[in-house]
């Protein structure tokens, strides 16, 4: 199910699960996975468009994953971001449609991924690796992190009337 609205996100449901992150590129996609406790974010893989579902099917199995996150595009005023946001919207309906067929138990979830290339390409940078398969992963990690940052942050403010 695609969830729109993180507040509505009961993480109870969650519990001894992970979050899987996607960063969506037409050649390659990054993947990032979170620890069991939600607090930290990893790169993980990155894995080639064509056959993509399986192995990331497979990926899913086998880590215990309980919520997808996906990169959305944005512009950097906030608007949309054209072309790659309609491929990664597009992604996503067939990611969804084939959780529904599969009868698996797995919500979705969209996060702004503004800027997380940028970050990657800079870490890839300064510590010389090469260069694009780590962006890919690095990217999605960001992208990751700051889901987990922001759920993090909200479980931990107290409101007072």
Known sequence: MLILDEKVLCYDKYVGSRALCIDYGDKRIGIAISDITWQI??????????????NLFKIIQDNSVGLIVVGLPK???????????????????????????????LDVIYWDERLSTVAAQKIVK???????????????????????????YQDKVTLVP
Do not use: M
């Open 41 to 54: 974010s990893s790169p993980f893989k990155v894995l080639e468009s064509s056959g993509v579902f399986h």
């Open 126 to 152: 300064q510590l010389e690796l090469h260069h694009n398969k780590n962006i890919d992963k690095l990217a999605a990690s960001f992208i990751l992190q700051g889901f987990l940052d922001c759920k993090n």
């Open 75 to 105: 512009a950097l005023n906030g608007g949309s971001a054209g072309k790659q946001r309609e491929k990664v919207e597009k992604f996503t309906n067939k990611l969804i449609s084939l959780i529904a067929k599969n009868k698996i138990d």
